[in-house]
């Protein structure tokens, strides 16, 4: 079985920082590319970044230059390190990860910034 668990989420104000981490755990024979997803309150779940096994990166427009993906193959491990927040960014943020083939997703970890 495979788990995918975020952590780091919570309250700041604009202009803040917050640092996001996530372990995937399990029967994994393969990791891929790993990732964050957000949902607002009220809209639809959309990607933020994501990270290759390689070190490649991918941002959404809203998010690039303010957010950074990184990733460590020994621990299975993704971060997201989030500078500059906006009160847009408020979002319940998801850790996705390709698993042996499969993509998993976290419950999600809440980020609030407050104005």
């Known amino acids: 079985q495979v788990q995918v668990v975020e952590s780091g989420g919570g309250l700041v104000q604009a202009g803040g920082s917050l640092r996001l981490s996530c372990a995937a755990s399990?029967?994994?024979?393969?990791?891929?590319?790993m990732g964050w997803d957000r949902q607002a309150p009220g809209e639809q779940r959309d990607m933020v970044a994501r990270?290759?096994?390689?070190?490649?990166?991918s941002y959404a427009n809203s998010v690039l230059g303010r957010f950074t993906i990184s990733r460590d193959n020994a621990k299975n491990t993704v971060y997201l390190q989030m500078d500059s927040l906006k009160p847009e960014d408020t979002a319940v943020y998801y850790c996705?990860?390709?698993?042996?083939?499969?993509?998993?997703w976290g419950k999600g970890t809440l980020v609030t910034v407050s104005s």
């Open positions: 996705t990860a390709l698993v042996n083939g499969f993509r998993y």
């Open positions: 990270i290759t096994n390689g070190g490649s990166t």
């Open positions: 399990g029967s994994i024979f393969s990791l891929g590319s």
